[in-house]
Nanobody, 115 residues
Framework: QVQLVESGGGLMQPGGSLRLSCVVS????????MGWYRQAPGKQRELVAN???????NYPDSVKGRFTISRDNAKKTVYLQMNSLKPEDTGVYYC?????????WGQGTQVTVSS
């Protein structure tokens, strides 16, 4: 059974930075495109960054230039570097496959951006 364990969230002031990590166990990792998703209070979960198995990345305009997704296939880990954080970045962040059927979701990691 696949397990996803996200970490690295916290409370940050606007303009701050955070680095999220997600460790995947129980599955082959390197062949899958991976993504970071965000669920803001009262909103649907949205994809905020994705990376293919060969390292190509894509971002929505809302985070482009501020967020960077990366992966370490040997460690079966995907990262999200978030800079210039804004209050609208607040939410629970999850990782999962970016294409095809999602694995069971992990517990996520809470990111709160507030002054």
């Amino acid at each position: 059974q696949v397990q996803l364990v996200e970490s690295g969230g916290g409370l940050m002031q606007p303009g701050g930075s955070l680095r999220l990590s997600c460790v995947v166990s129980g599955s082959i990792f390197s062949i899958y495109a991976m993504g970071w998703y965000r669920q803001a209070p009262g909103k649907q979960r949205e994809l905020v960054a994705n990376i293919t198995n060969i390292g190509s990345t894509n971002y929505p305009d809302s985070v482009k230039g501020r967020f960077t997704i990366s992966r370490d296939n040997a460690k079966k880990t995907v990262y999200l570097q978030m800079n210039s954080l804004k209050p609208e970045d607040t939410g629970v962040y999850y990782c999962n496959r970016a294409r095809g059927t999602n694995w069971n979701w992990g517990q996520g990691t809470q990111v709160t951006v507030s002054s």
